[in-house]
């Protein structure tokens, strides 16, 4: 047996050698599908791929044209609202409200950037399926940014900096027409965007450790964060959804959190935004895909909506979760806790017999809450590796 | 597609005999109805007989009885079949609309009894309490899978439904069908969801069983982008008198899906012959609960 499937062995036995190699630790007993499970969840980072439906993704001169739009409040109709006023770095892209707050109050909480290129469906509802229509979406949003494609475009033209900014990422200044030029601000705010992305976290280093059988090094993930994991993959099957290196699957769940959005009006989630992406003109089926193959939208052009999709709301990624409370489509969950306690005393009256099959109350001791919790706090990076780093 | 003429006759012979007392109904009832139901404006619409609608304890309080039914009206729903956890919300809508609601008996005080009324001794006495109060057209929507349909709870259920005449409306398996057609070969049961079993299956079931009735709710592929794909058009065509809509408001939010749900299926039932579609859309579940007509209660 080779040293990587002895580390292995001794895991599943539930022996973890100690810091210091002197004294065993305690720890749950992994089986080799949890071992296998724990494995998916890495490695991270994940290598860097371009978007191909934006032609100056990667580039650093559109990245840093981006980063300054980004910061730019201008680009909202009083001139008051930045992206980043949402958007805030410390809090992993977030804002802490439990609702987005712009020139108006909406109707969701605010989604993390970081890793935010790796995601295939964009929002809450997956009404983007791409990063630069979802970002020229609060642009144009009455609530968020209050402009539209002429006002966009304008501040870049009368701008030096901007102006200047646009042809060395372009090519050319921008042009008397507004909507090229607006999705071209876009395209250079996603370039920016997908140059964030969380580091490595605690959950990485005893990941690696374990698939190296570094027995010293796994030993050196808290117990209470090794509990917590044995309850992720196990018992609670969080993994099922919050799956791979992201811990998301990317698709769209309901998990019994009310959706009423005020008395008489609901949030139809990913229903309206299946809809609104197959009509949307900024879609990868669109003009301004700059992938000629158009093999970026194939789910696009399959994408369909279901009576289940309403009251849908994505499924979040787990990195850096410590940081973006509060929780859920709505911000109605103020911390991790709540969100455990949320699966643990699950209303099942909320969910359909026939809908997602895979929620059952977990019934969760406090001691187990208190693990789960310490394992999802492992996913956040240090402040200083966190998702204000660079991914590239 | 085709069937062969020994079934047609068969399922046709065995349909009409289930149903010729509500045929009689249906000429006194259903035609007048027609003409005085209050159909909306829009009444030009395909109307609809919506199989699958829940008002529960919990859409009481958000979504009044007026509202509630001004949202059934808005949508062109012909009539409702209306269950509840618990029933008070169906006797709520009863009132204030009897003309539209088609109430029935669901043998739970909360939603939450979904998985545990089966084997709930107190669900029978609830059950009886509840009928000799009011008037039904069906007892459920129930959830019974499997073996479990022939446990106590289950069994009184269907000797219920056989002694007041009522459709048993269940969210069962295949096999749950099939054993509570053996408590009662003369049981009219409408099959929540067709079972959400695979075309063939739920076609193997309706030749079996000539008084299976079978609803659509939250099933979405036979409708899909406005188009009913090959093996449902077949299915629909073999059985256009078995099969109805549904929304399913299993959660108070879902009421405001009703509208939506009912412009949807009739984007699909356009892509049927008129006749089919009409047949889904509102005729066939006419026809199951003929037998029931608005009036007082007990």
């Known amino acids: 047996m080779n040293r990587r499937y002895s580390g292995l062995a001794a895991l599943v036995a539930g022996l973890v050698v100690g810091a210091t190699g002197a004294e065993p630790v305690a720890g749950p007993s992994f089986t080799a599908p949890e071992v296998r499970a724990i494995l998916a969840h890495g490695p991270w980072p994940p290598p860097w791929q371009s978007d191909p439906s934006n032609r100056v993704s990667g580039q650093p001169a559109s990245i ?10 201008r680009l909202s109709r009083p001139g008051t609202i930045a992206c980043a006023s949402c958007h805030l770095p410390p809090r992993s892209f977030t804002d802490g409200l439990p609702r987005a707050h712009g020139l108006a109050a909406t109707d969701r909480n605010t989604l993390g950037l970081a890793n935010v290129r790796r995601q295939r469906w964009f929002g809450w509802d997956g009404a983007n399926d791409n990063l630069w229509a979802q970002s020229l979406r609060p642009l144009l949003d009455p609530r968020e940014m209050g402009g539209d494609l002429a006002h966009v475009a304008a501040v870049v033209r009368a701008d030096a900096d901007l102006r200047e900014r646009y042809r060395e990422s372009f090519g050319a200044p921008p042009s008397a027409a507004d909507e090229p030029v607006a999705v071209d601000v876009a395209k250079a705010l996603a370039a920016y965007q997908e140059t964030l992305a969380t580091g490595r976290t605690p959950f990485d280093e005893f990941r690696d450790a374990l698939a190296r059988g570094d027995d010293r090094g796994a030993a050196r993930y808290p117990a209470p964060a090794r509990r917590g994991l044995a309850l992720f993959v196990g ?3 969080c993994n099922v959804c919050h799956l791979g290196p992201d811990f998301t699957n990317g698709e769209f769940h309901d998990i019994g959190i009310p959706f009423f959005a005020g008395p008489g009006r609901v949030d139809a989630g990913r229903h309206e935004g299946v809809r609104r992406v197959r009509a949307s003109r900024y879609n990868l089926l669109g003009p301004f895909n700059d992938d000629s193959t158009r093999q970026t939208a194939t789910a696009t052009r399959h994408v369909a909506a279901e009576h289940r999709n309403f009251g849908e ?7 850096d979760v410590a940081r973006t409370a509060p929780y859920m489509h709505n911000g109605s969950l103020a911390t991790l806790r709540d969100v455990v306690r949320h699966y643990s005393e699950l209303d099942e009256e909320r969910l359909h017999a026939d809908g997602e099959q895979i929620l059952r109350p977990l019934r969760l001791t406090d001691a187990e809450i208190d693990d789960l919790v310490a394992f999802l706090e492992s996913l956040s990076a240090s402040q200083a590796n966190s998702s204000t780093s660079r991914s590239r | 597609m085709a069937r062969p003429a020994a079934t047609a006759t068969r399922v046709d012979s065995a349909m009409r005999a289930a149903l010729a007392p509500a045929r009689r109904l249906l000429a ?16 030009a619409e395909l109307p609809i007989f919506d199989a699958h609608i829940h008002y529960s304890h919990d859409a009481w309080d958000n979504l009044p009885p007026k509202d509630a039914v001004a949202i ?16 008070d919300g169906t006797q709520r809508l009863v009132s204030e609309a009897p003309d539209l609601v088609v109430p029935s008996l669901r043998p739970y005080r909360r939603r939450s009894e979904v998985t545990t009324w089966a084997r709930d001794d107190t669900v029978a006495a609830f059950l009886e309490e509840r009928l000799a109060r009011s008037r039904y057209a069906a007892i459920g929507e129930f959830h019974v899978y499997g073996a479990d349909a022939d446990l106590p709870v289950p069994r009184r259920l269907v000797a219920l439904a056989k002694q007041h005449r009522l459709v048993l ?10 054993r509570l057609f053996r ?14 079993d ?24 036979q409708g899909a982008a406005g188009k009913v794909p090959a093996e449902w058009r077949a299915l629909f065509t073999e059985f256009p008198d078995r099969f109805m809509v549904g929304t399913d408001t299993f959660t108070p939010e879902r009421w405001h899906y009703i509208v939506e749900h009912a412009h949807w299926s009739r984007a699909w039932l356009a892509d049927l012959p008129p006749a089919l579609a009409e047949r889904i859309a509102w005729r066939n579940g006419e026809a199951l609960f003929a037998g029931w007509t608005p009036g007082p209660g007990k």
């Open chain 2, 198 to 221: 695979r075309p063939d299956t739920v076609r193997e079931m309706l030749k079996k069983h000539p008084r299976l009735w079978c609803d659509l709710a939250f099933r979405s592929e």
């Open chain 2, 169 to 178: 409306h269940a969210h069962s398996d295949a096999d749950a069908i099939e």
């Open chain 1, 313 to 319: 709301f994505r499924v979040p990624s787990l990195r």
């Open chain 2, 183 to 196: 408590q009662d070969p003369e049981a009219r049961i409408l099959w929540a969801h067709s079972g959400f």
């Open chain 2, 72 to 87: 059934l009206r808005k949508a062109g729903l012909k009539r409702a079949v209306v269950s509840s956890s618990g029933d």
């Open chain 1, 64 to 73: 840093a044209f981006g980063e300054r739009l980004f910061n730019d409040p």
């Open chain 1, 235 to 237: 018992k609670g099957r």
């Open chain 2, 28 to 43: 006194i009832v259903a035609a007048p109805a027609a003409l005085s139901l209050g159909l909306p404006a829009a009444a």
